[in-house]
């Protein structure tokens, strides 16, 4: 079966989704996926969960969001520490009075490569079009309510990074060679101010479960209702709270409405890629008997 048409998602203002177990399935078409077909009897099967899920509307119904605001930050803000040594785009954990935040923070500079496993390719990237990409779609999940619903992480604003904070970076200990390439640019680098969650999870075949997964596509779900695709469906954008929520992250590939290369149909294919990713790629232990979906037309994620 071919992606849903433009038409077809008119047709079907509300979609109701039936998680079955690790199955995805859609009331008005029970053969989107092949999901459900010999899910075990046993009393281990995981339960049935039925979800609402948002209504799909037309995009010519979207209208595209206000940007992002931009905040500052004052000479008192306080910088804990680098919460990725290892990652491509520098994030810094910062305390403002009581509140503890995350700062991810951009360089105004050509990719620079770094040759060692951790920074190819995405060093590659130029992280001014990632910072674009990033504060354009936390603005659609802003506006239209994917951060208050918990499925991403709040959103408080972009800044641009005077020379104190600079300073105070560079005095950490043991940040990134990607941190140090903060002090080149010809303008000061820029950041997103978002969520700090200190008890977190990556998503992981040890921690992976029928429940989370579940939370995970409902989760995408939500974020799909903003007019956004995420473009990067893979574990490590998955991250697992104490209370068992997941809180999908890293929006610098996604696209929105306003790219002309989006179609609706893209969010359910999107859909479908996740929860093969999750229950196919991550559980192999964990399925029930599960019938393999039986179109499958995307590249399979590496874990």
Not at 27 to 51: E, I, M, W
Not at 63 to 87: A, C, M, W, Y
Request: proline content about 7%; overall charge negative; glycine content about 6%.
């Amino acid at each position: 079966m071919s992606p849903f048409s433009l038409r077809q998602m008119l047709s079907n203002l509300r979609l109701r989704y039936t998680f079955q177990g690790a199955g995805l399935v859609t009331d008005h078409d029970a053969n989107l996926l092949d999901a459900t077909k010999g899910l075990s009897d046993s009393r281990d099967a995981p339960p049935t969960v039925t979800a609402d899920i948002h209504r799909h509307t037309f995009v010519e119904d979207y209208r595209r969001p206000p940007p992002l605001p931009q905040v500052t930050l004052g000479k008192d803000i306080e910088f804990v520490g680098q919460s990725n040594p290892h990652g491509a785009t520098p994030m810094f954990i910062i305390r403002a009075g009581e509140n503890v935040l995350l700062l991810k923070v951009y360089a105004d500079r050509q990719p620079v490569s770094h040759d060692d496993d951790f920074h190819a390719p995405d060093s590659l990237l130029d992280p001014r079009e990632l910072f674009a990409h990033e504060t354009d779609a936390y603005a659609h999940l802003v506006h239209y309510g994917a951060c208050d619903k918990g499925v991403v992480p709040k959103c408080y604003g972009w800044v641009e990074l005077a020379p104190y904070h600079l300073q105070a970076i560079f005095a950490l200990p043991d940040i990134s060679e990607n941190a140090w390439d903060l002090q080149v640019g010809d303008k000061p680098p820029r950041g997103i101010v978002l969520e700090y969650f200190p008890d977190v999870d990556v998503m992981s075949i040890e921690n992976v479960s029928h429940t989370l997964a579940g939370e995970a596509l409902r989760g995408l779900d939500a974020i799909h209702s903003t007019y956004l695709q995420h473009c990067a469906v893979t574990r490590r954008h998955m991250l697992v709270l104490p209370d068992g929520r997941v809180v999908w992250v890293d929006f610098s590939a996604s696209k929105n409405a306003s790219d002309t290369s989006f179609t609706t149909g893209d969010l359910t294919k999107e859909l479908e890629e996740a929860w093969y990713y999750m229950y196919w790629r991550m559980m192999p232990n964990k399925r029930h008997k599960l019938t393999r979906p039986r179109r499958i037309a995307f590249e399979q994620p590496m874990l």
